[in-house]
């Protein structure tokens, strides 16, 4: 155990690390955030009256705005380069398809829970069980599609599963210990679930909750620090673009050492370390 406690800090000192030296190379990716969602924000009051076109015309956008983001993470993650202001007008497009898929495959599905739910005194219960499965098992999916050669959005699935199964542990660690004061707060657990229910509906590949977790996250701290209600907000809107943009990054780059070494060998690479 201790053995695995020591490698799981060695791996996430060189993702910490390495997301500095990112962040740094990316602060563009961060003025990216604030710009769309800003667009997301325009659509979505674009779209409010339109009913079922208005939904189909927001899912669009919102692929386009997570396929933008992912595109621009990915050379952060991969680049050696500074990014720059022509770099984000030319993400638009790219992982549009995939997406498109996932959220696709999820919505008949979850639709037929729904209905199959509204009349069951269990309903929300059952739902939310089903959306924190979802949440877990699908968590790091924005991940693999950059990051991992698939042909369907099956194997984007499968190859979710297949790594929070081996790597479970070391993968959702930080986010409990970001979490922390959220599950100390009153609410703590509903928070969580509503939370995961959130996440879990769109794999993660729903843009307002790319910026909803880490603007939930920043609050939480803020208010375990006691700070003043009427500040917080100038701080959440200040913090909030770059914490998602260092958590999409850590994420990335965390992904990426755990998928290229199993657990015994990362263990084993410490022992030899000494």
């Known amino acids: 155990m201790g053995e695995l406690l020591f490698a799981t800090i060695h791996v996430y000192r060189q993702a910490l690390s390495a997301t500095w030296r990112s962040l740094t190379r990316s602060w563009v990716t961060v003025a990216a955030l604030i710009g769309f969602a800003l667009l997301f924000l325009g659509a979505a009051r674009i779209a409010a009256p339109l009913g079922m076109i208005g939904g189909l015309l927001l899912g669009i956008v919102n692929a386009l705005l997570v396929g ?8 952060s993650v991969s680049g050696s380069r500074t ?21 696709f495959v999820l919505w008949l599905p979850l639709m037929a829970l ?7 005194p269990y309903g929300h219960f059952l739902s939310s069980a089903v959306l924190l499965l979802l949440f877990i ?26 790594f929070v199964l081996e790597h479970w542990i070391e993968w959702f660690l930080p986010f ?10 009153p609410s703590g657990l509903s928070a969580f679930f509503e939370l995961s229910r959130g996440v879990g509906r769109g794999a993660g590949l729903d843009f307002l909750q790319l910026l909803l977790l880490p603007f939930t996250l920043v609050g939480g701290w803020l208010s375990y620090l006691g700070l003043d209600p009427d500040d917080q907000w100038v701080l959440l ?20 050492l755990l998928r290229s070494t199993t657990r015994r060998q990362r263990m084993f690479a410490r022992r030899m370390e000494g």
């Open 176 to 185: 409990a210990l970001l979490m922390l004061p959220i599950f100390l707060s």
């Open 114 to 120: 729904e209905m199959g739910t509204q009349a069951n």
């Open 83 to 103: 990014m720059k202001i022509q770099d984000v007008p030319e993400s638009f497009g790219h992982y549009f398809w995939d997406v498109i898929g996932v959220g």
């Open 137 to 162: 098992l699908l968590n790091p999916a924005p991940e693999i599609i950059y990051q991992v050669r698939h042909d369907s959005t099956l194997d984007i699935f499968k190859v979710s599963y297949e």
């Open 68 to 75: 933008a983001t992912l595109r621009l993470i990915e050379q």
């Open 237 to 256: 809107l200040l913090l909030t673009p770059p914490v998602a943009a260092a958590i999409l990054l850590f994420r990335g780059h965390l992904f990426a």
